[in-house]
């Protein structure tokens, strides 16, 4: 063996063990137990808003029927203006809860990303879709991980 060739294995075993070394570093700094404090709340918020807004859509009949009735009854007009304000009314509000569930379905979307990216983390965002949260809906039920929230009333007084 020469002196040059012993030259190079010796710098492959130290190359070797640096890297050994390190990997046992790693391995024991992962090992070591520490709180968790990973948030799921975003990606919950995202994943639940993705699968719910095709229940609002199929729910907004109701929902416009119920609003439309409640409108109707606490509106000061006429017969004859409750009549004629019928049937637009209806199909109006119809199209503003097919446009709703349609957002819905696309800030569940766009928070599907960040929510995966902050799932290790303690972070959330805040909901791009206030309506979600803050209006009344036909089938709410909190159960912490994904709400379950639909046939929302976007446009309308608390049922």
Same mark, same amino acid.
């Given at each position: ?51 719910? #807004?095709? !229940? *609002?859509?199929?729910?907004? &009949? +109701?929902?416009?029927?119920?609003? =439309? ?53 303690? #972070?959330? !965002? *805040?909901?791009?879709?206030? &309506? +979600?949260?803050?209006?009344?809906? =036909? ?21």
């Amino acid at each position: 063996m020469t002196p040059l060739t012993r030259n190079r294995t010796w710098r492959n075993r130290t190359t070797a063990r640096r890297r050994l070394t390190a990997a046992v570093i790693a391995c024991a700094l992962l090992a070591i137990p520490s709180a968790a404090n990973a948030s799921y709340r975003t990606l919950g918020r995202s994943i639940g808003n993705i699968l719910q #807004a095709p !229940l *609002d859509l199929i729910c907004s &009949p +109701v929902v416009v029927g119920m609003t =439309l009735y409640r409108n109707l009854k606490d509106i000061d007009d006429t017969t004859g203006v409750r009549v004629a304000y019928t049937v637009p009314g209806y199909l109006w509000m119809l199209g503003v809860q097919v446009g709703a569930s349609s957002v819905r379905t696309i800030t569940g979307a766009l928070q599907l990303i960040p929510g995966i990216f902050l799932l290790p983390f303690e #972070a959330d !965002l *805040d909901p791009l879709y206030d &309506p +979600v949260d803050n209006s009344s809906a =036909l089938v709410e039920w909190e159960n912490g991980v994904i709400d379950v929230k639909f046939g929302i009333a976007y446009q309308g007084p608390s049922y």
